[in-house]
């Protein structure tokens, strides 16, 4: 998962034709720690889709734009808008991921 670093990076990738998803996450989080530990496998399953991470603490101004109240929540952009969100409630385990994924 390709690391994003700052709000231009940000507004570079979700601007495309493509979905993109797009991980907020931040090092203190316990729960991003655990999706850790099972996304790669899910990266390589859903490889139709561009994956980024970008770290919550580092940009909250996105956060409050796109309504990330908990970490690790998984967006998704096409076009530069938000079609899908992944609240860290429901993003607790592979299968609620894969859940969301195959919904779309």
């Not at 994956?51 to 956060?63: M, S, T």
């Not at 076009?79 to 609240?87: D, F, T």
Request: proline share 5%; glycine share 4%.
């Amino acid at each position: 998962m390709k690391e994003l670093q700052t709000v231009e990076q940000f507004q570079e990738v979700i601007s495309g034709e493509k979905p993109v998803i797009v991980k907020f996450y931040t090092t203190w989080c316990p729960d991003c720690a655990r999706m850790d530990m099972f996304i790669g496998d899910i990266v390589s399953e859903y490889s139709q889709y561009d994956w980024f991470q970008i770290n919550r603490d580092h940009v909250p101004e996105l956060a409050e734009t796109y309504q990330v109240m908990g970490i690790p929540s998984l967006l998704i952009f096409q076009n530069g808008e938000k079609i899908a969100h992944l609240h860290s409630a429901y993003a607790k385990t592979p299968e609620e991921v894969k859940e969301f994924l195959q919904s779309l």
